[in-house]
């Protein structure tokens, strides 16, 4: 083989994998290859990605806060948390007095943000697929995914999951990518007043505002239709968690370490900061096919 066509294929297999593993981040070779990448790049990924810790202060949390404040001690839940950085955001806004949970189904990138949060009881971190989302119905007070949907295996139904866990009334914050990037990320981006449309119509949002906010990237502002109940509302995370045995809501504090279900008596352990719940729900539903 001449040295030309040697130096084409290296050249091929090259783009090849820069499309596949950086360009696409490993979506289109499955879950697994995703998780493992972000496993992989999870103590870089911050440098990686450079954020700009104040203006996101302006765009994000300050108008989410700003939205939510006729609501004593709002509970969040940050879809896809990462590294955690809107609970970080959340925490460095001194209006804010809830809670905010992030769920991520990286173990890496959940240590590093339980690494940055540390032992702030206004701040949990849970292990889960967000397809799954381990919480009763409209038992938040607003959802935000940030710049991950397009990365996540079943888009519809981690859509469907996150207005589910929205309380009417809610605001949900998302991102919609655009340019270079998005063109490349063939059937799972769409432009963002086509995925404005989507939100309308197929998961019944209103009030949909789309945002210039990066380059690469729109806010999409949405408000979650139907009443708001009069009722009260729990206020803890602990409070709206399902159980992965008995599927129903309410976690009661054992220990720092362990909680357990106030109704089957299912415990759910801490590691490093982190709810083991996605371990839980295997163990249960292994549990389950080995009855059947």
Known sequence: MSAWLIGAAVLLIGAALWYLLIATEGVYLGRRVVIALYDLYAWRYDRIKQFDEAWELRTLAAPLVKALSGVPRPLILDVATGTGRMPKLLQRMPRFKGQVVG?????????RAAEKLGKSRRTALIHQDATQLPFGDAAFDAVTCLEALEFLPDQA???????RVARPGAPILLTN???FYA?????????????AEL???KYGLERVVVEAWQVEYDLIWVVKGGQASETAHPRTWQAVLRCPRCARVGFRKESERRLRCAHCDQALDFAEGILCYAAALRTTQGERSVMT
């Open 103 to 111: 769920v991520d189904y990286s173990w890496q990138m959940l240590r």
């Open 177 to 179: 990518r655009r340019g």
């Open 157 to 163: 139904a981690a859509l469907a999951e996150i207005v």
């Open 199 to 201: 939100l309308r119509r």
């Open 183 to 195: 063109r490349l990320l063939r059937g799972r981006v769409q432009p963002s007043a086509a995925f």
